[in-house]
């Protein structure tokens, strides 16, 4: 039975990527790994992952070592290889040297040495897989990961998504993308306040022009609740979160995204995903290994709590995730914001963006 070991670090995908490379040939994992509560956690994300991927339970197995004793990492492995050895005829192992310490790597060029088994490390950099021992070869990475199995290399669950709209809904949202933002602002403040008719009668004209625009564009999803006295309905007329709540944003950001095509894999709009607690990603796309997210905010001026949230949840996915955060506004006068974004690796795409957003998300990926 072919077995791979994998040298746990707090990064998940240096294993997985790996594993999944070969498809379905490993019906065993050995998780090397030490006590360090990162370590432990990397260790349960994994199990996750791999049981979900369709190992069972009992075909992953852990085996707590210490990272910094060369000695006894060799003496623990080297207890699980003849154990496993001794109990299947056809015992193969493979040792995957990507992750862990430095002396969990000398030990896994050991032990390789010791079985003939094969060794391998990831080059993600360059997108190739090499094969250390018994001979040397690379091989280009085939992996695609899709959003789901992306989250769930990180201990988080998928659950539903809000991807697809309606057409008159689309055309709406990119009716608002392309639209002046002050006037944007201006409408969604006035549908936050009461009494919306008489203020309505009462905006400026460019703000009536896009309401009425609106209207038109989205009349026709609910026509059984329209009110031919009513001047203006679009609260009744669209989703709830559509507008003036911003999800106008995301169903554009989304659109937008499936219009890169390849080589993207996957794309989820207003996804929501637990692990701890639950959470939602307003879009979420994958392309080979890698996965981006982005936060889509609407309003007058930038906040840094949109920064401080889009960090922390890109901190939890990992070194191969990118930040992305979208916003209806113009953010050169933003200096502070603009380089706090720059600091946290956020790529920042403002209302200058918008009009041109699948040419800045396909940018994005081939950075």
């Known amino acids: 039975m072919k077995t791979m070991f994998m040298l746990v670090g707090d990064q998940t995908l240096p294993n997985l990527i790996p594993f999944l490379q070969a498809g379905e040939t490993y019906r065993r994992v050995v998780l090397v790994s030490t006590p360090a509560p990162a370590i432990r956690q990397a260790v349960d994300y994994l199990r996750f992952f791999l049981t979900r991927y369709g190992l069972a339970e009992s075909a992953v197995i852990n085996c707590e070592a210490d990272g910094y004793d060369l000695e006894l990492t060799l003496a623990v492995c080297r207890r699980t290889l003849d154990e496993l050895a001794a109990s299947e005829p056809d015992f193969s192992p493979v040792f995957n040297m990507t992750g862990g310490t430095k002396i969990m790597a000398l030990a896994a060029y050991q032990l390789a040495l010791e079985t003939g088994g094969r060794l391998l490390y990831l080059d993600s950099g360059q997108d190739r897989l090499l094969e250390l021992l018994p001979t040397q070869r690379v091989q280009p990475l085939q992996v695609q990961l899709n959003v789901a199995d992306y989250l769930a290399a990180h201990g988080y669950d998928s659950l539903h998504d809000r991807s697809r709209a309606s057409e008159p809904v689309r055309q709406a949202a990119r009716h608002l993308a ?41 009349w026709r999803l609910k026509p059984d609740e329209a009110d031919a006295n009513a001047p203006w309905q679009l609260e009744q007329l669209a989703e709830p979160d559509f507008f003036p709540g911003g999800g106008w944003l ?7 995204a499936v219009a890169v095509g390849e080589p993207l894999c996957d794309v989820r709009g207003g996804l929501s995903i637990r692990r701890e607690t639950e959470n939602e990603l307003d879009l979420a796309f994958t392309w080979k290994h890698h996965l981006a997210i982005a936060s889509c905010k609407t309003g007058i001026k930038p906040e840094s709590a949109w920064l401080y949230d889009l960090n922390d949840r890109g901190r939890r996915l990992g070194s191969f995730a990118r930040k992305i955060l979208i916003v209806n506004m113009d953010t050169q006068p933003a200096t502070e914001f603009r380089k706090r974004a720059a600091q946290d690796n956020i790529w920042l795409l403002d209302a200058t963006a918008l009009p041109h957003l699948t040419a800045r998300l396909a940018a994005i990926v081939r950075a």
Not at 199 to 215: P, S, V
Not at 250 to 256: G, K, N, P, Q
């Open 178 to 218: 392309l639209a002046n933002p002050a006037t944007v602002s201006r409408l969604a403040k006035l549908l936050n306040t009461a009494p919306r008719r008489p203020l309505l009668a009462q905006a400026d004209e460019e703000t009536r022009q896009l309401a009425l625009d609106l209207e038109g564009l989205l």
């Open 250 to 256: 995301e169903r554009y950001a989304f659109d937008c």
